[in-house]
């Protein structure tokens, strides 16, 4: 766990997921690197950034990057 926006923890899974993201490839690449289907690597993005407070996955990887996550 890293502990992230104002206490929330990351898991080191949606860390993972934030880094490919970060890397650039598509959800569909993530979800078959993974092994997820793309409705949950969505879903969890989704949750992720309700849970930092961002709007879009895109915020929250500018976050992840400002604070040397990703």
Known sequence: MVIANEGVALSRDELTL????ASGLPIEAIARRLQLSERTIRRRL???CDQLGFRTPIETVVW???QGLV
Do not use: G, I, K
């Not at 934030?18 to 993201?21: A, K």
């Open 46 to 48: 989704r949750a992720m």
């Open 64 to 66: 992840a990057a400002r």
């Open 18 to 21: 934030l880094r490919l993201l």
